[in-house]
């Protein structure tokens, strides 16, 4: 079956650049969505066709994508951007969707 | 606003049955794919499986990991969707979640598979 692969945790300090990224053979035919999940809480999505950006999201949330990678940057990182980061694409029939096996972001 | 609000969740022994509903408002609830996403705990979201609109047939995918098992229909006189879960496993216990358009979630319904 299809699958999205994403590293498992990202550190990065207040300010700096935090880059997630998603493989996935389909990617290069097909739009990748990203969602924040904080604990206890619904996802969010904040990244969707690759890369744009819903109503409400900062701007220092940004999507791109590459060939079989599509790439989630957070610009500034903030303490509150600290959560669970999932990637969502469908495989090369569009029929199934699946998730990315999720980045946990750490940001102190 | 749209609004989506599960329902039907609970305790079910293994080899049992359930049946959640999604009660959607707020939008063209007729035109509109609905999907089905798990979460067990401390795990990673999994798709479920979706229906698309009558205009598209009213057509289904699954997951494999449930297909065969789960049945996802909708009326769309009752704005409503649902998940036929049959032949419950312990591993499918977690909160679901409908979801629409993407970007619009509802809150979750618990469903635990346990003797």
């Known amino acids: 079956s299809y699958e999205l692969t994403q590293p498992p945790s990202v550190s990065v300090s207040p300010g700096q650049t935090a880059r997630i990224t998603c493989s996935g053979d389909a990617l290069p035919k097909k739009y990748a969505y990203w969602y924040q999940q904080k604990s206890g809480q619904a996802p969010v999505l904040v990244i969707y066709e690759d890369s744009k950006r819903p109503s409400g999201i900062p701007e220092r949330f940004s999507g791109s994508s590459s060939g079989t990678m599509a790439t989630l940057t957070i610009s500034g990182a903030q303490v509150e951007d600290e959560a669970d980061y999932y990637c969502?694409?469908?495989?090369?029939?569009?029929?199934?969707?699946?998730f990315g096996t999720g980045t946990k972001v750490t940001v102190l | 606003e749209v609004q989506l609000v599960e329902s039907g969740g609970g305790l079910v022994q293994p080899g049992g049955s359930l049946k959640l509903s999604c009660a959607a408002s707020?939008?063209?609830?007729?035109?509109?794919?609905m999907h089905w996403v798990r979460q067990a705990s401390g795990k990673g979201l999994e798709w479920v499986g979706r229906i698309r609109s009558k205009a598209n047939s009213y057509a289904t995918a699954y997951a494999a990991s449930v297909k065969g098992r789960f049945t996802i229909s909708r009326d769309d006189s009752k704005n409503t969707a649902y998940l036929q879960m049959n032949s419950l496993k312990t591993e499918d216990t977690a909160v679901y979640y409908c979801?629409?358009?993407?970007?619009?979630w509802g809150q979750g319904t618990l469903v635990t598979v346990s003797s």
């Open positions: 707020g939008f063209t609830f007729s035109g509109s794919a």
């Open positions: 969502y694409s469908t495989d090369s029939s569009g029929n199934r969707y699946v």
């Open positions: 979801l629409v358009y993407f970007d619009y």
